[in-house]
T-cell receptor, first 115, second 115 residues
Framework: AQTVTQSQPEMSVQEAETVTLSCTYDTSESDYYLFWYKQPPSRQMILVIRQEAYKQQNATENRFSVNFQKAAKSFSLKISDSQLGDAAMYFCAYRRGGSQGNLIFGKGTKLSVKP | GAGVSQSPRYKVAKRGQDVALRCDPISGHVSLFWYQQALGQGPEFLTYFQNEAQLDKSGLPSDRFFAERPEGSVSTLKIQRTQQEDSAVYLC?????????????FGPGTRLTVT
């Protein structure tokens, strides 16, 4: 069975600085997708960034980028120029490839941004 | 048009009562997922529909949980004889169902408290 592990329950960053959230996963499959979702307090979960396992190039979305290390099964999220609005729970998620399937989530990392 | 909506947003039930939680997916979305998110945890998969067909219900924790999507749009998650351990946020997500479009859009969730 696939598992996703987020080892940092809480992280804190100063506004305008950079923070990296860690995620590791376990799978025996070769085709899969990885995601980072953001869940602000009392608000809907939204997709931040996604990575296809077959792509070697790390995904980037504006201030958000990932470091995807397939052999190490590591998928970290880097947030540059942190903003107050980045404060939220961040969930790493896995989905197997080939078809519509459910997401498998980690336990999340609570990110605080200090002004 | 609108995103995924869920109702009610909050539900308090006495132990032993039956509850019904509603999900309105994005119009035209073929795939619909239900997740359960316990306090301080990541969402966990409950069940998955493709149109009106329930293709995977492996995550339902007991036979007290039942989900349906009779016309392939609105879905209802029903919990019979609620127990305290059922207290959680129930998230619904929908997806267009196309294999290359794998983003799941989440609703705001229904927070169920069983007293």
């Amino acid at each position: 069975a696939q598992t996703v592990t987020q080892s940092q329950p809480e992280m804190s960053v100063q506004e305008a600085e950079t923070v990296t959230l860690s995620c590791t996963y376990d799978t025996s499959e070769s085709d899969y997708y990885l995601f980072w979702y953001k869940q602000p307090p009392s608000r809907q979960m939204i997709l931040v960034i996604r990575q296809e396992a077959y792509k070697q190039q790390n995904a980037t979305e504006n201030r958000f980028s990932v470091n995807f290390q397939k052999a190490a099964k590591s998928f970290s999220l880097k947030i540059s120029d942190s903003q107050l609005g980045d404060a939220a729970m961040y969930f790493c998620a896995y989905r197997r490839g080939g078809s519509q399937g459910n997401l498998i989530f980690g336990k999340g990392t609570k990110l605080s941004v200090k002004p | 048009g609108a995103g995924v909506s869920q109702s009610p947003r909050y539900k308090v039930a006495k132990r032993g009562q039956d509850v019904a939680l509603r999900c309105d997916p994005i119009s035209g979305h073929v795939s619909l997922f239900w997740y359960q998110q316990a306090l301080g945890q990541g969402p966990e998969f409950l069940t998955y529909f493709q149109n009106e067909a329930q293709l995977d219900k492996s995550g339902l924790p007991s036979d007290r949980f039942f989900a349906e999507r009779p016309e392939g749009s609105v879905s209802t998650l029903k919990i019979q004889r609620t127990q305290q351990e059922d207290s959680a946020v129930y998230l619904c997500a929908s997806s267009s169902g196309l294999t290359w479009s794998y983003e799941q859009y989440f609703g705001p969730g229904t927070r169920l408290t069983v007293t």
